[in-house]
């Protein structure tokens, strides 16, 4: 688990703790780098959308990894097609993309959003 501060370098932050973390669980080159863009991209929807600390949580267990991070904003994500805006707005159809499944869960001050992957057991 890390907690980054609610601004632009967060994503690169948490690019950098979850290669750490990957590479000592020895997660293989093309599912660490799945995995490292989905924490990406869930940080900087985090980053411009909520307010406050965002924290990044992954967890292993058996042929299972989750990737779950909190932002204060308990507004639902929602995918949005990339006709929608090319450029932007894309991430949760990115981890959509790469990840087995994905979700969210929301409280009164704020949400987690999860991706989980399937890993080499």
Same mark, same amino acid.
Request: glycine fraction near 8%; charge should be negative.
């Given at each position: 688990?890390?907690?980054?501060?609610e601004d632009a370098p967060a994503?690169?932050?948490?690019?950098?703790?979850?290669?750490?973390?990957?590479?000592?669980?020895?997660?293989?080159?093309?599912?660490?780098?799945?995995?490292?863009?989905?924490?990406s991209e869930l940080v900087t929807?985090?980053?411009?959308?909520? #307010?406050? %600390?965002?924290?990044?949580?992954? #967890?292993?267990?058996?042929?299972?990894?989750?990737?779950?991070?909190?932002?204060?904003?308990?507004?639902?994500?929602?995918?949005?097609?990339?006709?929608?805006?090319?450029?932007?707005?894309?991430?949760?159809?990115?981890?959509?993309?790469?990840? %087995?499944?994905?979700?969210?869960?929301?409280?009164?001050?704020?949400?987690?959003?999860?991706?989980?992957?399937?890993?080499?057991?």
């Amino acid at each position: 688990m890390t907690r980054l501060p609610e601004d632009a370098p967060a994503a690169g932050q948490a690019r950098e703790f979850a290669t750490s973390a990957l590479q000592v669980w020895k997660i293989p080159d093309d599912t660490r780098d799945d995995i490292v863009l989905a924490a990406s991209e869930l940080v900087t929807n985090a980053v411009e959308h909520g #307010r406050g %600390e965002v924290t990044v949580v992954l #967890r292993q267990c058996e042929d299972r990894l989750t990737l779950r991070v909190w932002d204060s904003d308990a507004q639902v994500p929602v995918p949005r097609p990339a006709e929608q805006d090319p450029v932007r707005g894309n991430g949760l159809v990115i981890v959509e993309a790469l990840s %087995e499944a994905w979700g969210y869960e929301t409280g009164a001050d704020g949400k987690w959003v999860w991706a989980e992957f399937a890993v080499p057991g």
